[in-house]
C-alpha cells in the first residue's frame, strides 16, 4: 500500500462550506481533473485519516476499526493498514464485505496482507486505546438501522475515543442531526470538503475537533461547484476590524437607540446598551418603561428617557439614530405591543425612515410574529431569533427548525427579508450574500441575557459601518463571531475547561479584545 504523504495533510477549516451531495457529485470529477483515480484518492483519505491517528496514540496502541460496506469502510481499511505497518495492534471488524470497487480492493489488500476481519458486534473484545470509525460517511440514507445501530449504541456506551472519517456515522452531513443515534466522536477528518453539517445542530456533541483534508484536488474541486455556506474564522476580524483614525470623535462611531426595558426587564436593554458602547459606538440612547430610568441608568455611559407606549417623541431620537435596537425587554404587555403597534404604522408612514438599520429581537420577534404587517423597511431589517422565536415566526415546532437550521434561516430570510441571525450552537446568519456559520462560543454562554448582549454588539458595529467601509452583511457576521469569541475568552478566563456559571455581563471586558483584533 503506497503512502500518500504529501496529500495526507490535514489543514484548518476553509471558509468555504459544501453540502454533501455536491462532494459526492464532484469528487470524482475534481480527481479526474487533478489526474488521479478514485482508488488513488481512497488511499489519500486513509493516509490523511492515519496522520491524525499517528499524532495520539502511544507505541504498540491497541486500535479497532469498524468498517462499512461502502467507501467509508475502504478508507477505514486503508488506516487499518497503515496503523499496522507502523507497529500498532490493529483488528478491523466489519458489517460485511464491503460493496464497491475500490472499498473491495481495500479490504483485498488488507487480507493479502495478512490481516483479518471479524464481525462488527465483537469489536468490544479488542479492547481498544482508540476507534476508526468507517461505517458510514457521505453514504447514509435515513435513520440508522441494523447492526449499525446497535454497534454505534455500544460504541457511545464504551466511552473509548473515537475517530470519525469523513463524518460521525449516524451525523446527517447536511444538517448537523443524528438519524436515530450517531457516533459521538472525539475527533473527525473530513475529505475533500468540509461538510456544511459538520458546523452548524447538534454536530458540537458528535465530531469532536474537526480536521480537515482535500486530498490535493481542492483547486479542481471548487471550479466545479460554488460554496453552499461560508465558514467564520477569527482570521476575519482581523481583515475587517481596522483601527479607528487617529482623529475619530463619537460623531463618527455613529448613535445606537434601542427602544426595550419594559417594568421588570429593564436589565436586557442596559445589558444590549453596554454591549453597544463596548462594540463602539459613539452614543447610546435606551427608550424605557417609565419608571425604569434608574436601573438603566446605573451604566451612566448610557443616555435614558422613559417613555409612555406611542409617544412621537421617539421620532425625534429615531430621526438621528444610526441603528435601532427593537426589542430587548420589550414584554408582552400593552407598553411593548402598543410601541410595536406604533413602530409599523409609523414605518408605513415613513415617519421613521425606511432605511434606518433595525435589529429586531427578542419580543420585536414575537409580536412580528403575531401581527406580521405588511410594511417597507425589511430590507434593513436583522432578525436575531433564537429556534424557539425562529419556530414561532416559521408557525412550527422548536424541533422542526432544529431538524434544519440552513432551511429555517433562509425561509426566514424570504419571508421576512433583510438580515437574518438563527442563534445557538452553530449561529446563521443569512442574507443576500448567502449563509454563514459560526461554530465558535461555549455552552455556558446559554445564559439570560446573552442574545441581548449580542443585539447591542450587532448595533454597536453597525453604527461604525461607514466609518469602517463595511456593508452590513458583513458587519452582522462580524459581531456574531466577535460574541462567541468573547464568550470563550470570558468562560476561559474563569474556568478554562469550564461550561456553566458565566454571566451575560462577563463578556463585557472581552468586547473590545476581538473588537480591536489588529491592535495586539
Ligand atoms: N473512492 C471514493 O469514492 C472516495 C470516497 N470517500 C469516502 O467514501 C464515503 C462515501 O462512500 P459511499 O458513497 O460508498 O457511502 P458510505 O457512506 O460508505 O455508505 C454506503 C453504505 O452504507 C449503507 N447504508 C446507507 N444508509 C444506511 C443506514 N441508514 N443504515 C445502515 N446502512 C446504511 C448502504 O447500504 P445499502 O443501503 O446500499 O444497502 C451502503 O452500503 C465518503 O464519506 C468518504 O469517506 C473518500 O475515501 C474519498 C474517495
Ligand atoms: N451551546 C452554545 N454554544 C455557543 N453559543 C451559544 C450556546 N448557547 C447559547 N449560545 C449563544 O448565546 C446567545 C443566547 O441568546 P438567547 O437565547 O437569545 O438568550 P437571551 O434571550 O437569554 O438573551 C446566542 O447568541 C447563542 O448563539
Ligand atoms: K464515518
Given at each position: 500500500m503506497t503512502h500518500d504523504g504529501q496529500h495526507a495533510q490535514t489543514m484548518s477549516i476553509p471558509q468555504q462550506l459544501y453540502r454533501p451531495e455536491q462532494v459526492r457529485e464532484h469528487e470524482a470529477e475534481a480527481a479526474a481533473r487533478a489526474g488521479i483515480d478514485m482508488w488513488t484518492l481512497m488511499q489519500r483519505a486513509g493516509a490523511a485519516a492515519w496522520s491524525v491517528l499517528s499524532d495520539k496514540l502511544a507505541p504498540?496502541?491497541?486500535?479497532?476499526?469498524?468498517?462499512?460496506t461502502g467507501n467509508n469502510g475502504g478508507d477505514g481499511y486503508i488506516v487499518a493498514a497503515l496503523a499496522r505497518e507502523a507497529g500498532h495492534i490493529v483488528r478491523v471488524f466489519a458489517l460485511a464485505e464491503p460493496k464497491t470497487t475500490d472499498a473491495r480492493r481495500a479490504w483485498s489488500e488488507w487480507l493479502e496482507r495478512g490481516g483479518d476481519v471479524e464481525p462488527l458486534a465483537d469489536w468490544a473484545d479488542a479492547e481498544p486505546d482508540w476507534v476508526v470509525d468507517a461505517l458510514l460517511g457521505t453514504g447514509l440514507q435515513q435513520t440508522l438501522r441494523g447492526e449499525i445501530c446497535d454497534c454505534v449504541e455500544s460504541l457511545n456506551e464504551a466511552k473509548v475515543p473515537v475517530l470519525a472519517l469523513d463524518i460521525p456515522t449516524g451525523l446527517h452531513a447536511d444538517t448537523g442531526q443524528p438519524l436515530g443515534d450517531a457516533v459521538r466522536a472525539r475527533a473527525t477528518v473530513t475529505f475533500v470538503g468540509v461538510k456544511r453539517g459538520l458546523t452548524t445542530g447538534q454536530a458540537a456533541a458528535y465530531c469532536g475537533h474537526v480536521h480537515f483534508a482535500d486530498l490535493g484536488i481542492q483547486r479542481e474541486f471548487r471550479l466545479l461547484t460554488e460554496p453552499s455556506a461560508w465558514y467564520l474564522q477569527?482570521?476575519?476580524?482581523?481583515?475587517?476590524?481596522?483601527?479607528?483614525?487617529?482623529?475619530?470623535?463619537?460623531?463618527?462611531?455613529g448613535h445606537v437607540v434601542i427602544l426595550g426595558g419594559a417594568a421588570g426587564m429593564a436589565g436586557a436593554v442596559r445589558l444590549a446598551g453596554t454591549a453597544a458602547l463596548r462594540a463602539g459606538a459613539g452614543k447610546v440612547t435606551i427608550l424605557c418603561e417609565p419608571g425604569q430610568e434608574v436601573i438603566?441608568?446605573?451604566?451612566?455611559?448610557?443616555?435614558?428617557?422613559?417613555?409612555?407606549?406611542?409617544?412621537?417623541?421617539?421620532?425625534?431620537?429615531l430621526e438621528h439614530a444610526s441603528v435601532l435596537i427593537f426589542g430587548p425587554g420589550l414584554g408582552q404587555r400593552a407598553w411593548g405591543r402598543d410601541w410595536w403597534d406604533w413602530y409599523c404604522a409609523r414605518l408605513q408612514s415613513s415617519d421613521i425612515d425606511p432605511e434606518l438599520t433595525?435589529?429586531?429581537?427578542?419580543?420585536?420577534?414575537?409580536?412580528?410574529?403575531?401581527?406580521?404587517?405588511?410594511?417597507?423597511?425589511?430590507?434593513?431589517?436583522i432578525l436575531t431569533p433564537h429556534p424557539g422565536e425562529a419556530a414561532r415566526l416559521l408557525e412550527c415546532e422548536t424541533q422542526d427548525v432544529e431538524k434544519n437550521r440552513w432551511l429555517a434561516a433562509q425561509t426566514l430570510q424570504e419571508q421576512f427579508g433583510g438580515i437574518v441571525v438563527l442563534k445557538g450552537r452553530g449561529s446563521l446568519i443569512c442574507g443576500q450574500e448567502g449563509i454563514a456559520v459560526c461554530d465558535r462560543g461555549t455552552p455556558a454562554m446559554a445564559t439570560a441575557g446573552m442574545g441581548d448582549v449580542l443585539a447591542g454588539m450587532i448595533g454597536g458595529l453597525l453604527a461604525q459601518r461607514h466609518g469602517m467601509a463595511l456593508a452590513t452583511e458583513a458587519g452582522v457576521r462580524l459581531?456574531?463571531?466577535?460574541?462567541?469569541?468573547?464568550?470563550?475568552?470570558?468562560?476561559?478566563?474563569?474556568?478554562?475547561?469550564?461550561t456553566r456559571g458565566l454571566m451575560a455581563s462577563d463578556i463585557f471586558d472581552w468586547i473590545p479584545y476581538w473588537m480591536n483584533p489588529n491592535d495586539r
Open positions: 504498540g496502541a491497541r486500535i479497532a476499526v469498524l468498517c462499512g477569527p482570521t476575519l476580524l482581523q481583515h475587517s476590524l481596522v483601527p479607528r483614525a487617529a482623529t475619530a470623535h463619537k460623531g463618527d462611531a438603566v441608568g446605573q451604566q451612566p455611559e448610557l443616555m435614558v428617557r422613559g417613555l409612555e407606549a406611542g409617544r412621537d417623541e421617539a421620532l425625534s431620537y433595525t435589529v429586531l429581537d427578542a419580543d420585536a420577534l414575537n409580536a412580528l410574529a403575531q401581527a406580521r404587517p405588511d410594511i417597507s423597511g425589511r430590507a434593513r431589517w459581531a456574531v463571531l466577535a460574541h462567541a469569541l468573547a464568550g470563550e475568552s470570558a468562560m476561559q478566563e474563569k474556568c478554562p475547561e469550564g
